[in-house]
């Protein structure tokens, strides 16, 4: 049943009824959907091992199979909950946010089915500049993976993304590149001629520059760390790094003190 929408101005009225309709299918692994989840192979494990390289995973912890214990990660633009569940077996508390109230239900009801993640999960509905001013400098890392060619105004979500981040701490970007490569394979191919993307999913206008990203997040004082490529391998479908970003690329950046 659909709710009033939270009113902010990142939010796309037309995105957010779309994310209301794929919500019904989020977790069927016998949908195109499913595919979404094959990014966690590579971009969990890169987030883990980067929280232990800076050293904000606590030693106690770094060597034990919940390395991430103590800390506490917000998945902005959450969705369906498919990076915060993926966390949270690491150990940390995992904030979920989003402002799709249809979806949180979906994620709130597929963590249940997990008694061991539920204590680590808390799924919250509300607008992340309103977070910010009630959370800021809370937590110890942010994540904000596929939200940003889905929002109006991606550079105030990444401003309010930063305020709810502790100085010295990570913030970690995920997107797809605006770029001729990115139209044909992301929208093009794998939406409408292999179907491995749900059609609609992308408007290939809301894609960005990886230098656009950096310069909104040193505008709002976090220094780029590094910047990865992602290609998708059709075949095995599988993800992997590459230096090539020309389909979709992730960075980290560090909030300066």
């Excluded at 966390?87 to 009801?109: R, W």
């Excluded at 230098?211 to 505008?219: H, P, R, S, T, V």
Aim: glycine fraction near 4%.
């Amino acid at each position: 049943m659909s709710t009033t929408p939270i009113i902010t101005p990142t939010a796309n009225s037309a995105e957010l009824a779309y994310y209301e309709y794929l919500s019904r299918m989020w977790w069927d692994n016998k949908t195109s959907v499913a595919s979404l989840h094959r990014m966690n192979a590579i971009r969990i494990p890169w987030v883990v091992e980067t929280l232990i390289k800076l050293g904000i995973a606590k030693n106690e912890f770094v060597n034990t199979d919940q390395p991430l214990q103590d800390l506490l990660i917000l998945d902005a633009g959450c969705g369906g909950g498919f990076v915060t569940e993926a966390l949270a077996p690491y150990g940390c508390t995992v904030v979920g946010l989003d402002i799709c109230s249809e979806i949180l239900e979906v994620a709130k009801a597929h963590a249940a089915l997990d008694p061991s993640l539920t204590k680590n999960i808390t799924y919250v509905l509300q607008c992340i500049e309103e977070h910010a001013e009630k959370n800021p400098e809370k937590y110890d890392a942010v994540i904000a993976f596929e939200v940003l060619a889905h929002l109006n105004e991606p550079e105030l979500f990444l401003e309010s993304c930063v305020k709810c981040l502790k100085p010295d701490k990570p913030i970690f970007v995920a997107t797809f590149n605006r770029t001729i490569a990115s139209f044909f394979l992301s929208i093009v191919f794998a939406e409408y001629i292999w179907g491995f993307i749900p059609r609609g999913t992308h408007n290939w206008f809301r894609f960005s520059y990886p230098n656009e990203i950096q310069e909104i997040l040193e505008k709002n004082k976090c220094k780029v760390q590094e910047i990865r490529g992602q290609l998708y391998n059709f075949l095995s479908k599988t993800w992997h790094w590459s230096g090539i970003q020309a389909l979709k690329f992730s960075m980290y950046a560090i909030k300066k003190k």
